[in-house]
């Protein structure tokens, strides 16, 4: 395997994870209980992966935000990166929002669900549902404005010990990096040079880490089989997902190498090459925070972004930009109604495009978080929030997916606002069968 690519490797984890959890569920006995086994042994090491990726998430967006806004020397070349790259998520986010609704209402995925199924999905993660409702309803209670007050933190350290507090860490940064601009050079060079080096040092660790990616994954994947809800629900909900993965799939595949070709002039294969480990990372590890570190290094060394552009828009994109999520809450929350048999007016649908939009801004950038966001979403259009049981039974394998698709999303972005600022590059990839740069 030594000679293979690194998204040829990820992938063999892939399919070897799951030929091991259909295995183990396959022959699982009380003499032999393989399922227990996969999470007692193989599990801890797939755990052990994403932590370590986890663990370098904040030092590297505190090191690469400082210097790349420090590298800018000038406020207004941060405001015009700054502009374009929040204008330009905003647009995705958009677009991802419209085309879950446009996917759903023509599928309406919820006249395929019958009463019965409906009253299993609901008896049997009801406690689940309920559970998201207080998390969201806390937030609520916060304020309309809770979203600005929380971006700016009261104590840095304390917010740089959560990953669900990026956001807190990223606006220090900034800051940080501003106050380094309107510093005199020479007093701010031995602190630019440490942050410097620091970022080096990361990015090193960020190659030894990959080096253990087709392990973790084949980890991450044995356990998510084994530990699979009931099949005959998963059937059963398979028409929904099937509408979810295709809207992700038209983001994937058409709408975000679309915009690269139009507007950076690179070509379709370049974009999907170059980010494919990034997205199978993120689907196997379903958090856009832990996947920033390899989505940092492929667009830099194989999509050819200069790191002044990517260590600025990539981490603000791994908070706020979740466009697969955002696509998910608009089909989930039609397809709720649809199976409790309420119509929604075209008014409605305006109110999921733009709470949506809003809600995944405030998504944090880990498992499971869209699912606490999309409670706000179906109070919006007074959907009840017991809803949600209808759609646990197969939120994980679709969080994967949306996953994948924020982190691309990210990429496309970066890549655009790279090329508008005259900062894209070559990169280092030549061939599809090209080798991972730490090999």
């Not at 700054?82 to 996917?103: P, Q």
């Not at 929350?333 to 007016?345: N, R, S």
Request: glycine fraction near 8%.
């Amino acid at each position: 395997m030594r000679g293979l690519a690194l998204h040829w490797k990820i992938l063999i984890g892939m399919v070897v994870g799951i030929l091991l959890g259909l295995a183990a569920t396959a022959i699982d006995s009380p003499a032999f209980p393989a399922q227990q086994w996969v999470v007692d042994w193989i599990k801890p090491f797939g755990t052990m992966f994403i932590n370590a990726l986890k663990m370098i998430a904040i030092p590297l967006i505190v090191a690469s935000l400082i210097k790349g806004v420090s590298d800018l020397k000038d406020l207004s070349k941060l405001s015009q990166m700054g502009f374009r790259t929040l204008g330009l998520y905003v647009v995705t986010t958009l677009i991802a929002v419209l085309l879950g609704l446009l996917v759903v209402n023509l599928a309406r995925p919820g006249m395929a669900i019958s009463n019965e199924t409906r009253e299993n999905l609901v008896e049997k993660f009801s406690h689940k549902a309920s559970d998201k409702e207080a998390s969201a309803g806390a937030q609520k209670e916060k304020g309309p404005l809770s979203p600005l007050v929380e971006m700016v933190p009261d104590n840095v350290i304390r917010s740089a010990a959560d990953n669900g507090s990026m956001l807190k860490v990223i606006f220090f940064a900034i800051f940080f990096g501003v106050g380094m601009i309107l510093v005199e050079p020479e007093k701010s060079a031995p602190v630019k040079l440490f942050f410097d080096g620091v970022n080096e040092v990361i990015l090193k660790l960020i190659d030894l880490i990959m080096l253990a990616s087709p392990f973790g994954v084949l980890a991450l994947l044995a356990a998510l089989v084994v530990e699979s809800e009931d099949a005959q629900l998963l059937v059963a909900l398979l028409y929904y997902g099937m509408c979810v993965v295709a809207g992700l799939l038209i983001m994937l595949l058409v709408v975000y190498p679309l915009a690269v070709v139009m507007l950076t002039g690179k070509s379709y294969g370049f974009f999907l090459k170059g980010i494919l480990p990034a997205q199978m990372l993120a689907f196997s590890t379903s958090s856009s925070a832990a996947t920033l570190p390899v989505t940092m290094e492929r667009v830099e060394e194989h999509l050819g972004v200069d790191r002044e552009v990517s260590s600025f828009v990539l981490p603000i994109g791994a908070t706020i930009n979740m466009d697969g999520t955002s696509l998910y809450q608009s089909v989930a929350a039609v397809f709720i109604a649809q199976v409790l048999g309420m119509d929604l007016t075209l008014g409605d649908q305006l109110t999921i495009v733009m709470t949506a939009t809003l809600a995944s801004i405030g998504s944090a950038a880990v498992p499971g978080a869209g699912m606490v966001m999309l409670v706000v979403v179906l109070e919006a259009i007074n959907v009840p929030a017991y809803g949600l049981a209808l759609i646990f039974a197969i939120d994980r394998p679709l969080d994967m997916c949306r996953t994948a698709v924020n982190v691309t999303g990210d990429a496309a972005v970066t890549m655009v606002v790279a090329q508008s600022v005259g900062k894209l590059g070559h990169s280092e990839v030549k061939e599809w069968d090209d080798n991972y740069p730490v090999e």
